[in-house]
């Protein structure tokens, strides 16, 4: 029923973020994806998805825990971070409050609740692949895309290189994600 609802909810929302004045506008879709909070929760969509239809399989297991993981630090970075900058009703309002906290809520209880498998210590490290990846695409777009290809560069929405100090946001991440593992870890294998 979580997953289910996961999917349904997170399909919803990205057909939307295609759509313009009631037209498809698959530019406007393209610049939603520069969004971790969208790629977690699209990566979390498509895991519940495949625990709907494979239960058992436990690779299916170990990328759901993978969604999981990258939707806890959407909304950790939302709560703790993002929240006092840019303002928390304009974060938890409209499909950012499915994106940035209800859905990550539905994953992380279906994922401690109802999907106790137990995780081992190198299991618990494949949680940190998608902030990992993500974070070499943030760093090349915002600090190291070539001047001369700016319609690939993005903004830094989220002030990761403030004062030129991208590799502080950088590893403040990966350590923040590793200890989210280590919290999904530890409630898998209470």
């Known amino acids: 029923m979580f997953n289910l609802a996961i999917f349904l909810i997170t399909l919803v929302l990205t057909v939307r973020f295609f759509r313009k004045d009631g037209a498809w506008n698959a530019e406007r879709g393209k610049k939603a994806f520069r969004f971790f909070t969208v790629q977690s929760n699209v990566l979390c969509a498509v895991s519940a ?38 303002g928390y009703k304009k974060l938890l309002s409209g499909s950012d409050l499915f994106m940035h906290l209800i859905t990550p809520l539905l994953a992380l209880v279906s994922f401690a609740v109802f999907e106790k498998r137990g995780l081992s210590f190198s299991e618990a490290l494949w949680g940190l692949a998608p902030v990992i990846l993500y974070g070499a695409l943030y760093m090349y777009r915002v600090v190291f895309c070539p001047k001369n290809t700016p319609e690939k560069a993005w903004e830094d929405f ?21 200890l989210i593992c ?9």
């Open 49 to 86: 998805l495949l625990m709907c239809l494979f239960p058992d399989v436990h690779a299916v297991w170990l990328v759901k825990y993978a969604g999981t993981a990258a939707v806890c630090v959407t909304m950790l970075t939302v709560l703790f971070y993002l929240g006092p900058v840019y």
């Open 158 to 178: 989220y002030g990761f290189n403030q004062s030129g100090k991208y590799y502080l946001s950088a590893a403040a991440m990966v350590a923040g994600t590793f």
């Open 182 to 190: 280590l919290g999904l870890m530890a409630l898998q294998n209470l």
